[in-house]
């Protein structure tokens, strides 16, 4: 079992964080995910606690980026940009997907090594 005071602990819970996210959106994984990750951060101290707060909040809100379906305002972007009169531009998801997952796992990458 990985441990949320290691490197490799929070790596393992920042990816289990951006795949639920885009799996069952961000608000299910926040719930299925809160309570444990705080409970077994408290365990190790109360500025352990803060930081996984802190981390659950700041992967969760950037793992909308991953891919077109992790964000409603993905989606809504996509379709009006295939209604403008003048771009009729197609959004696909691998389109989105070739730019989503380099810059979200470097943003996310960022927040991790500040919040640390």
Not at 9 to 18: D, H, M, N, P, R
Not at 63 to 75: H, I, K, P, T, W
């Amino acid at each position: 079992m990985h441990h949320i005071d290691h490197a490799t602990g929070i790596a393992v819970l920042a990816l289990t964080i951006l795949v639920l996210s885009n799996l069952a959106s961000n608000v299910p994984t926040v719930l299925l995910l809160g309570a444990r990750v705080a409970a077994s951060a408290a365990a190790i101290s109360a500025a352990e606690e803060k930081k996984a707060w802190l981390l659950l909040a700041w992967v969760s809100t950037v793992a909308g980026n991953l891919s077109l379906l992790g964000s409603a305002a993905n989606l809504i972007v996509c379709e009006q940009a295939r209604q403008a009169p003048y771009l009729a531009y197609t959004l696909s998801f691998w389109s989105h997907l070739k730019f989503g997952v380099p810059s979200t796992l470097l943003v996310t990458a960022i927040g991790l090594t500040l919040i640390r």
